[in-house]
């Protein structure tokens, strides 16, 4: 009995999973091109920013380290 229950309930929620998905906006092949293009940007821009306050930061350390 316990194992009939749990079938039925997996089975409405494939149903319902399915019936949300019918519902999503799935973007155009062009707009992900852009978005993806924008992510890597972003992300090559702070990562050359944090890569430049690392190193500003490393020659300040050693500077005080010498002295």
């Known amino acids: 009995m316990v194992k009939f229950v749990a079938v039925r309930g997996i089975g ?3 149903k319902e999973v399915r019936s949300e998905l019918n ?4 973007p155009k092949k062009e707009e ?3 978005l993806t293009t924008v992510v890597f940007l ?6 050359a920013y944090l890569g430049g ?3 500003l930061f490393t020659k ?5 380290i010498k002295s």
Request: a neutral charge; charged letters at 15%.
């Open 12 to 14: 409405t929620y494939i």
């Open 23 to 26: 519902k999503v906006v799935w």
């Open 32 to 34: 992900v091109i852009k």
């Open 42 to 47: 972003v992300s090559a821009i702070v990562s």
């Open 53 to 55: 306050l690392d190193l």
């Open 60 to 64: 300040l350390l050693e500077l005080l």
